[in-house]
């Protein structure tokens, strides 16, 4: 039974093959492409940025985004920041990102994110969510944190790292 599904799946790659012809204006690549999603990072073109406030400094890697592009083509940035529900800080900003909102599920402290497709949040806290947002990236160590931003607004610089 085994032979005859082998032959079968032999005979269909053979029929398959036979059918189709490559074009002869278009070279023909026998190396295997990855996938798109598929492609890892390398460490050189991780995006870094500093973030400062409450007299510390931070370090967050930006997720590798057309809306964290365009984040770091708008700095350095100083921005007054919002508190909202003792778990994040936001700002709207002058001009939108381009959006791609997701429901995440799960906030992580640390995490940056866009609201909407002008409101940019750094969350303190970590807690379940039914809201969509744009990842942008995530700050590398949020120990200490919740306790810069503090308990109500609080002025933060962004920058980018060289």
Same mark, same amino acid.
């Given at each position: 039974?085994?032979?005859?599904?082998?032959?079968?799946?032999?005979?269909?790659?053979?029929?398959? +093959?036979?059918?189709?012809?490559?074009?002869?204006?278009?070279?023909?690549?026998?190396?295997?492409?990855? +996938?798109?999603?598929?492609?890892?990072?390398?460490?050189?073109?991780?995006? @870094? /940025?500093? /973030?400062?406030?409450?007299?510390?400094?931070?370090? +967050?890697?930006?997720?590798?985004?057309? +809306?964290?592009?365009?984040?770091?083509?708008?700095?350095?940035?100083?921005?007054?920041?919002?508190?909202?529900?003792?778990?994040? @800080?936001?700002?709207?900003?002058?001009?939108?990102?381009?959006?791609?909102?997701?429901?995440?599920?799960?906030?992580?402290?640390?995490?940056?994110?866009?609201?909407?497709?002008?409101?940019?949040?750094?969350?303190?806290?970590?807690?379940?969510?039914?809201?969509?947002?744009?990842?942008?990236?995530?700050?590398?160590?949020?120990?200490?944190?919740?306790?810069?931003?503090?308990?109500?607004?609080?002025?933060?610089? /962004?920058?980018?790292?060289?």
């Amino acid at each position: 039974m085994r032979l005859r599904a082998a032959a079968i799946c032999v005979a269909l790659a053979v029929l398959l +093959a036979a059918c189709s012809t490559p074009d002869e204006d278009v070279p023909v690549s026998t190396a295997a492409t990855p +996938a798109p999603d598929m492609v890892q990072e390398s460490e050189e073109s991780t995006m @870094k /940025i500093r /973030i400062s406030a409450g007299g510390e400094n931070f370090t +967050a890697t930006l997720d590798s985004t057309q +809306a964290a592009n365009e984040l770091v083509e708008r700095l350095p940035m100083t921005l007054d920041m919002s508190e909202l529900n003792g778990n994040e @800080k936001f700002c709207y900003l002058d001009a939108p990102f381009t959006s791609a909102a997701s429901r995440v599920g799960q906030i992580n402290a640390g995490d940056i994110m866009l609201f909407g497709d002008d409101c940019l949040v750094i969350f303190y806290e970590s807690f379940a969510t039914g809201y969509s947002y744009t990842p942008l990236g995530r700050i590398d160590d949020a120990s200490g944190l919740a306790e810069a931003l503090g308990s109500g607004p609080v002025t933060v610089t /962004i920058e980018a790292v060289n």
